[in-house]
């Protein structure tokens, strides 16, 4: 929390939305850079420009599988009248060109990828030769004199006769062509998606220096949770919270670790979270945070001092997601989000709250997702006069449509829903066709 918001009477007095977030935004701090393996380093945001060591391509080399020529030898060349050229050699992708030269008269087999062999200025796509064989045009490349992918003696010899002619340079990614030594390759700030390490890969970087994907610890709260697959006694729901805001993590671009539930005692709950702050860099709850007389992450989290960290918990005004908790822990004092324990009120509070604070300790600007106006296909309400209602709902071609109603327990319409409507704080019903700000799921 920032000191302002310590400062604020916090439980007392009905926090906004935006208040609640911003006092996040300014909270929550960007990961320090760690130097990643390329696939570990995936949707990170780059801390480093980094420069091309050595051009690309690195040699002159061939985009056709053909014959590597020199221009003037195929000046004439036509199907009526073919050139015919002496084949010297075969130069597969990982030959070394150097061995076959290509003098007057000359051709080499080359494959794509391979590079241009010494004398040779261009390359006739096989298509455009009989291939060797003596026909018409030939439509690929025997398979003879490349034994071994290697290039030189004794490969594909005999000859060619070339039917088209082609200029110096024709098929040949120059040397360089594609990025240049010293060039910037990709700036600091970047997010690597997968064409960026490719680039990386090509450049010949194995590791890159980047801020990393936060590690989420979420656990859920309440003696009445039994995990999926085990038997239901009277009384007993399943525990869905904890893989639902697990999956947001992992969404939001986090690596999540779901520790499951925990019980209604407050002092196993500060046992686990002890046990799993070493390995977080944040921590998300669900539940136990009204005004029951159970509500174990309230009663744990209160009062905390010094290197205990501090946890305030709030009212906001909105529905769902009203009680909310929110602080740092321990004495690395890492953020802890206290979410309500009805699912959809911990979904919309992961989406509107956790998830921009992920985004931001990635550095991923902006942090929130898009907000767009879309046309109500319906009318909605009634939304409660003061609180920011975020009803689920879908959405298609600029309009949409609410789905299930406000209850925060409504799991069913959350699955088949992939917007939220956003009514806003002064409005009590949304007629049909009215606009409304819709955010976008996915
Ligand atoms: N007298 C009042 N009661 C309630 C208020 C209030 O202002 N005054 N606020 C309501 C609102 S709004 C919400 S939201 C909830 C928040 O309660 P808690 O965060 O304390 O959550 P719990 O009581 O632990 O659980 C609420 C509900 O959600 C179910 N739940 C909890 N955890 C899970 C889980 N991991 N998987 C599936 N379902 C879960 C739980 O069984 C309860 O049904 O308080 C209202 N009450
Ligand atoms: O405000 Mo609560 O989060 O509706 O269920």
Not at 34 to 51: H, K, N, P, R, Y
Not at 304 to 325: C, I, Y
Not at 397 to 420: E, K
Request: aromatic letters at 4%; proline letters at 8%; a negative charge.
């Amino acid at each position: 929390m920032s000191d302002a918001a310590a400062a604020a009477p916090g439980a007392d007095r009905l926090w906004s939305v935006d208040e609640h977030l911003a006092d996040i935004l300014r909270t929550v701090r960007p990961l320090e850079p760690i130097e990643l393996q390329l696939l570990d380093a995936q949707g990170c945001v780059l801390v480093e420009d980094v420069t091309v060591p050595a051009a690309l391509p690195p040699f002159d080399n061939s985009s056709m599988d053909g014959y590597a020529v020199r221009a003037a030898d195929v000046r004439d060349a036509s199907e009526k009248f073919p050139t015919v050229l002496t084949v010297v050699g075969d130069v597969a992708a990982g030959g070394d060109g150097a061995l076959v030269a290509v003098g007057p008269g000359q051709a080499a087999r080359i494959m794509t990828g391979a590079p241009l062999p010494p004398g040779a200025e261009a390359v006739v796509p096989v298509e455009w030769t009989d291939g060797g064989l003596g026909g018409g045009p030939a439509t690929t490349m025997s398979a003879g004199g490349i034994a071994g992918g290697a290039s030189g003696e004794g490969a594909g010899l005999g000859a060619v006769r070339v039917h088209r002619p082609v200029t110096a340079g024709a098929h040949v990614r120059a040397r360089g062509s594609d990025v240049a030594a010293g060039d910037l390759a990709l700036a600091a700030g970047t997010v690597l998606g997968p064409a960026q390490l490719g680039l990386l890969a090509a450049i010949g970087r194995a590791t890159v220096t980047v801020r990393p994907r936060p590690r989420v610890v979420v656990l859920s709260t309440g003696s009445e949770l039994v995990p999926p697959g085990g038997e239901l006694a009277p009384g007993r729901i399943h525990d869905s919270n904890s893989y639902l805001l697990a999956a947001c993590a992992r969404d939001a671009g986090a690596l999540a670790y779901r520790v499951g539930a925990v019980e209604d005692d407050a002092a196993t709950l500060r046992a686990t979270l002890e046990d799993q702050i070493v390995r977080a860099d944040a921590i998300v709850t669900s539940g136990g945070v009204s005004v029951g007389a159970y509500d174990v992450v309230k009663a744990a989290l209160t009062g905390l001092s010094g290197d205990e960290g501090r946890v305030e918990f709030r009212r906001l005004a909105m529905q769902p997601g009203k009680p909310q908790g929110f602080g740092r822990l321990g004495p690395g004092r890492t953020p802890l989000f206290a979410l309500p324990g009805n699912p959809v009120s911990a979904y919309v509070s992961f989406e509107l709250f956790v998830r921009p604070a992920v985004r931001a300790m990635m550095g991923l600007e902006p942090p929130e997702r898009p907000v767009i106006r879309a046309e109500c296909t319906e009318p909605v309400g009634p939304s409660p006069r003061g609180r920011r209602q975020y009803l689920r709902g879908r959405y298609a071609d600029g309009r949409v449509t609410s789905v299930g109603g406000a209850g925060s327990h409504l799991v069913g319409a959350l699955a088949r829903a992939d917007a939220l409507i956003v009514v806003p704080e002064d409005v009590t019903s949304v007629p049909a066709g009215a606009e409304v700000d819709v955010i976008l799921l996915d």
